[in-house]
């Protein structure tokens, strides 16, 4: 990705970015070309992404297969939660429409100095920064949740909560430092042979439970595992589709596995709005266009 898509904005409603070239970008084209009708009925099935990864720290500090983890227990399981400072301390899931949203935290997890064949430009934090702002602050009522719970946002940034939820999900027992709220979607991770992983999430997975105006304009959280049955797909870095394929395959759990560089190109074709949205997907599969 050029440092120049990374400095770029929001861009107009129906506005379209056409994808980045990459340094196989021919190749990649072929895939897609072959790949888009699966992805396109996939993206359909999905109301609401995760974002995850290979691995990461646990409570002891050590590190901790959590691929290995979901899969043999058959269910995303829910983590210490207290984000939502109107819940207190809670264990949940949380999800969102907003693919990208979820491509940040999943991205957590790469291996630093690593970075995917492919990736479309609203998967940096810059643009998903700008785009929660958006999405949190169109309705008073969002934005007044939004203004009684940033002091107590900001004290668990600058503390050490955010830098102990850091440390497990990068490795970085150093993570503290940069406040700026987007600081930790910058974050790679120390942990080797870590990668992302992105989930899909099909309709009525789980019931949402009751969270602050602003959270739920960006998030729906469960309280209780989301099963397997229950995602539509997995996507991972084309050079991380094996070893996923076989920690699924050992567990006798069959859930579709593609190339988050597929998605990525697949994303790209969509306008931000129906990004932030989480619209668009659903759009072409009911009423299709030709992009």
Known sequence: ???????????????????????????????????????????????????????????????????????????????????????????????????????????????????????????????????????????PAAALSFVKNIGRLKSKISGGDAHDWIARKTGDSQAAGDQKASAFLHRRSSIPGNYPILWGIKPDAFDPVKTAKFVEKTEKRADTPIALNSVTHVEVPFAHIPETQEVFDRHGITVPIIPRELGERYSSEFSDRELITGSGFKKEINQPTTR
Do not use: C
Not at 4 to 28: C, H, N, Q, Y
Not at 80 to 109: N, Q
């Open 1 to 139: 990705m050029s440092e120049g898509a990374s400095e770029r904005g929001i861009t107009g409603p129906e506005a379209v970015v056409p994808p980045e070239p990459s340094k196989d970008s021919a190749e990649l084209e072929g895939r897609y070309t072959e790949q888009r009708q699966r992805i396109k009925s996939l993206y359909g099935d999905v109301d609401v992404w995760h974002g995850s990864g290979r691995y990461e720290l646990n409570e002891a500090g050590e590190i901790a297969d959590i691929l290995e983890g979901v899969v043999a227990a058959g269910a995303l399981n829910t983590h210490k939660d207290g984000w939502d400072t109107s819940l207190g301390e809670t264990e949940t899931i949380s999800t969102t429409s907003m693919r990208p949203y979820a491509a940040g935290y999943a991205d957590m997890h790469q291996q630093e100095g690593e970075q995917l064949e492919y990736q479309d430009f609203r998967s940096n934090p810059a643009w998903i920064m700008k785009a929660v702002r958006r999405r949190t602050l169109q309705s």
